[in-house]
Nanobody
Framework: QVQLVESGGGLVQPGGSLRLSCAAS????????MAWYRQAPGKQRELVAR??????KYADSAKGRFTISRDNAKNTVSLQMNSLKPEDTAVYYC????????????????WGQGTQVTVSP
């Protein structure tokens, strides 16, 4: 099994910054794609940013303000969020496509438990 554990959420004022981190552990051979999603109350979960070998994609709402990065050696992914707005308030989830064995090309998708980000004066 694979576990994803997020950290770094909290309460911040508009214009402030937060850095989210996610650590993957367990039965991991390699991780293809790592991503951050968020879900605000009453809304669908949406992609914020994703990163894979040589490719990064941001939601329009995150471009220019958020930066995703990963450390392949540590199986971690981070999201630096600057210039935060009240509309960024949501539960942020880490997501990863994990290959668990060298002898199998099968990839499974995993979610973290989420971390709350609240942007409020």
């Amino acid at each position: 099994q694979v576990q994803l554990v997020e950290s770094g959420g909290g309460l911040v004022q508009p214009g402030g910054s937060l850095r989210l981190s996610c650590a993957a552990s367990g039965s991991i051979f390699s991780i293809n794609r790592m991503a951050w999603y968020r879900q605000a109350p009453g809304k669908q979960r949406e992609l914020v940013a994703r990163i894979s070998d040589g490719s990064i994609k941001y939601a329009d709402s995150a471009k220019g303000r958020f930066t995703i990065s990963r450390d392949n050696a540590k199986n971690t992914v981070s999201l630096q969020m600057n210039s935060l707005k009240p509309e960024d308030t949501a539960v942020y989830y880490c997501n990863a496509d994990v290959r668990q064995a060298s002898w199998s090309s099968s990839v499974s998708n995993y979610w973290g438990q989420g971390t709350q980000v609240t942007v409020s004066p």
